[in-house]
Every structure is written in C-alpha cells, then in structure tokens.
C-alpha cells in the first residue's frame, strides 16, 4: 500500500531522515520504533504532507504522492492520528467527531460512523456532550484515534497513542488497533514509544536510529532479538 524509497528531509542545513525505505502492506499493522529525535515524527509528517521532502519517494497504491499537498493525501485516504491528541477542546465530543469528517458528504453515513466509533469507545458515548478538553489523558486519544477514524482512513497513521497513559488505558487502546486491523482490515502505520506493545501487535517493524533504518523485521521476531530487546526493551 505505501512504499518509501531513499527518503532524505532536512530542516534547515539539519538532516533528519537520511534515504530511509520503509514499505506498509494491505491490512497489516506495521510499527516505526525509535529513541526520540530518531525521526519517526518527520516521518509520518513527511508522508501526510507536512513537511517537505528534498530527496526521494513516496509512492501510496503505486501512485506518487511525495510532497503532495496534504488535503490531497487526506483525501487519498491516509489520515494522520497525531502526537498530542490536537484535539479541539471547547468543541463537544460530538463535534470534535463532525470535524473529522469534514472531507465528507453523505450525512446518512456520517452519522453511521459516529455511532460506529462510539461502540467501539463506549465511554465517548456517555461523554458526546462533554468538552473535548475536559476529558482524561486516556478519553482524549480514544477521541483523537474516533475523530481520524471518521475521515474514514484507507492507512490510518498514529503517532504515540500510548504517550502519557496509565497501563491500563495504553492496553485498551493497543487492544482497539488489533480490534481495527483484524476485524476491519484497517492497515495501520504505528509510532510508538512503548516497543514491547507495538511489537506485540505488529506484523512488521522498522527501527530508526538517527534518521537511518537500524532494524527490520517481523515485530514478534524483534520482540525476542536480544539487540533489540537490550536497547529497546530494556531486557
């Protein structure tokens, strides 16, 4: 579905992705792991269109797409869940939800899909009400992974679902990506800096280090690579 070939992106005289190649098959959940500053934000916002690439490729479903305007990628269905939730908090949870689709025109299947995200984030169906910005840490990404999943994404992107979340709420969340991916065919690009989760539900991973491709695998043979699970897992 998605392949990157020798991607370079500088900020300023700085590189940061130094001729990475990263592919993302059909249905499958594919993890991007890394220390911080290793470049998995630049890459995900490289692919939506965020920040400019200097040289190489992106190709999604063989089409070219690199440096493409963004509200074309959207459109093209790869939607980008991003860090921090960027949730619009004086908006209701409802309406945050109505934002999400707003590349969208069917209101029939709008308002399906609402119901939809709402099952399967029971909590945000007694919170629809509520102001974005007064939820927990946990019911903000539930909110932020439903609004991206109303864009209805054909490679929905996350970048740090699990960052600032007790264990208990990471775990829901990881078991709701598992939930999209094999019951919904989902394909899903994760970054994530709990390894050992992403891992665990990952068909494939790429490990960055410092802009460059450490690591490839299957994500249950790197979880018990003894390299990776020193430097990674802390094992």
């Known amino acids: 579905m998605l392949k990157i070939e020798e991607l370079e992106v500088y900020y300023?005289?700085?590189?940061?992705?130094k001729g990475i190649n990263l592919q993302v098959k059909e249905k499958t959940i594919t993890a991007l792991l890394g220390a911080n500053g290793a470049g998995k934000s630049t890459t995900l916002n490289t692919i939506s269109g965020l920040i400019r690439a200097k040289k190489g490729r992106i190709n999604y479903k063989e089409k070219d797409i690199t440096n493409e305007d963004s509200s074309k990628i959207v459109k093209a269905g790869i939607i980008q869940c991003p860090e921090g939730r960027m949730l619009f908090p004086s908006l209701?949870?409802?309406?945050?939800?109505?934002?999400?689709?707003?590349?969208?025109?069917n209101r029939t299947e709008i308002l399906q899909d609402i119901e939809d995200v709402l099952t399967l984030f029971p909590i945000l169906s007694e919170r629809k009400k509520q102001m974005a910005g007064t939820l927990s840490g946990?019911?903000?990404?539930?909110?932020?992974?439903?609004?991206?999943?109303?864009?209805?994404?054909?490679?929905?992107m996350l970048d740090e679902p699990s960052l600032g979340l007790a264990p208990k709420i990471a775990e829901q969340i990881f078991d709701r990506l598992i939930m999209l991916n094999k019951e919904r065919n989902?394909?899903?690009?994760?970054?994530?800096?709990?390894?050992?989760?992403?891992?665990?539900?990952s068909d494939y991973a790429y490990i960055l280090e410092t802009g460059k491709i450490g690591l490839t695998g299957k994500g249950k043979e790197l979880l018990q690579n003894p390299?990776?699970?020193?430097?990674?897992?802390?094992?």
């Open 92 to 105: 209701t949870v409802k309406e945050n939800l109505l934002v999400g689709a707003y590349n969208r025109n």
């Open 12 to 17: 300023g005289y700085v590189i940061a992705l």
């Open 227 to 235: 390299l990776v699970r020193q430097k990674y897992l802390g094992t």
């Open 138 to 156: 946990g019911e903000q990404q539930m909110l932020a992974i439903a609004r991206a999943l109303m864009a209805a994404p054909q490679l929905l």
């Open 186 to 201: 989902l394909t899903i690009l994760l970054v994530e800096q709990n390894a050992n989760a992403a891992l665990a539900i």
